[in-house]
């Protein structure tokens, strides 16, 4: 701690951890929002975690992309 404080130094909140908890990214506004029951952990309330385990975890591999070609 420097002699200058700052702003974190001064306000009154208590300690919160800035990693998200289902990733581990830094996000210091993570949050769980509820939306059609669901809980769903976001990153600053808009952003989906892409760990949350309702939308973003991926249990089986992503599907090769597929390439369209045009006759010309």
């Known amino acids: ?3 200058f404080p700052s702003v974190l130094d001064l306000l009154d909140t208590p300690a919160r951890p800035t990693a998200c908890p289902g990733c581990g990214a830094h996000a210091p506004r ?4 509820t939306v059609d029951g669901l809980r769903i ?3 600053d309330g808009d952003v989906i975690c892409p760990e949350d385990r309702h939308f973003g975890t991926r249990t089986q591999p992503a599907p ?3 390439r369209l070609e045009v006759a010309a």
Do not use: G
Request: no cysteine; charged share 10%; proline share 8%.
């Open 1 to 3: 701690m420097s002699i």
């Open 41 to 43: 952990l976001t990153h």
């Open 30 to 33: 993570w949050a769980r929002v």
């Open 64 to 66: 090769a992309p597929v």
